[in-house]
């Protein structure tokens, strides 16, 4: 599993990289990059972080389908999660997080 950093709708915020348990996404020139590719795990926090949707997580072919991203953006109160199949068609997810720990 790995992700993919779209520099164009990152906004150099820095949360990735603070998150990030094994210190792989560093900052340059205002915009995030993975430093080691291989060696992420797909824990998805840096993913978690992103208030701009820009980093895309890619799901095996036995989660989401051969050639399937998933993304998150946030919105407000919401966190909307997105599987973009690999032809193109979504799925998404919104969760409410002021509501989803309450329990
Ligand atoms: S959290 Fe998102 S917007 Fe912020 S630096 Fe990382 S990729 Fe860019
Ligand atoms: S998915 Fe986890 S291990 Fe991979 S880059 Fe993001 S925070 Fe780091």
Same mark, same amino acid.
């Given at each position: 599993?790995?992700?993919?950093? *779209?520099?164009? =709708?990152?906004?150099?915020?820095? !949360?990735?990289? @603070? ?8 900052? =340059?020139?205002? !915009? %995030? +990059?993975?430093?080691? +590719? ?6 998805? =926090?840096? /993913?978690?972080?992103? !208030?701009?949707?820009?980093? /895309?997580?890619? /799901?095996? %072919? ?7 991203? /998933? =993304?998150?953006?946030? +919105?407000? @109160? *919401? ?5 973009? %199949?690999?032809?193109?068609? !979504?799925? $998404?997810? $919104?969760? *409410?997080?002021? +509501?989803? *720990?309450?329990?």
């Amino acid at each position: 599993m790995s992700i993919r950093i *779209n520099s164009a =709708s990152c906004v150099g915020c820095g !949360k990735c990289a @603070e998150v990030c348990p094994g210190n792989l996404i560093r900052i =340059s020139d205002r !915009k %995030a +990059e993975i430093k080691r +590719e291989k060696d992420c795990w797909g824990c998805t =926090s840096c /993913l978690k972080e992103c !208030k701009t949707g820009a980093i /895309l997580f890619f /799901l095996g %072919a036995d989660i989401g389908g051969r050639g399937s991203v /998933l =993304s998150v953006k946030e +919105e407000g @109160e *919401n966190r909307i999660w997105t599987v973009t %199949a690999g032809d193109g068609t !979504k799925k $998404t997810i $919104t969760v *409410n997080t002021k +509501e989803s *720990n309450r329990y």
